[in-house]
């Protein structure tokens, strides 16, 4: 009946709308408090060292490797940092690295022991960067 009301309102709703959105980034955070099913981990999202990959924004728009099994929780990490990043999930690291050497994706996102398993394969004669490293909770 009143415009201050229907004002009011509209603030309410906006701000509960928001506060939701990042109650759900959060949530990793508490779950985490049953250490003994979850523990953080390192991630690197890594890029063949070339001109056109310079920082993490450089993937905007772009294509990114992952592993099917930690796709969600990794993907949410990364979508604070970057925007419109098309995941594309692979079953295996075999599957995952034959993609990223034969370049169908701009980066990927990989552990430390995938990560030195790239620096030292043979296979590799490309000099790869870690654009992004960050944290995400993961079960044991």
Do not use: C
């Amino acid at each position: 009946k009143y415009l201050s009301g229907k004002i009011f309102t509209i603030i309410l709703v906006t701000g509960m709308a928001f506060v939701t959105s990042k109650i759900q980034y959060t949530y990793d955070f508490i779950g985490i408090i049953n250490s003994n099913q979850y523990e953080y981990k390192t991630y690197y999202v890594v890029a063949i060292d070339n001109s056109q990959n310079r920082t993490i924004h450089n993937i905007n728009n772009k294509k990114v490797g992952v592993l099917k099994e930690v796709s969600t929780k990794t993907s949410r990490v990364l979508n604070t940092k970057i925007k419109k990043v098309t995941y594309l999930e692979f079953e295996n690291n075999n599957e995952l690295f034959d993609a990223f050497y034969g370049q169908n994706f701009r980066a990927m996102i990989v552990t430390e022991n995938q990560y030195k398993y790239l620096k030292n394969n043979p296979r590799n004669n490309k000099e790869i960067k870690i654009l992004h490293e960050f944290k995400a909770v993961t079960e044991k």
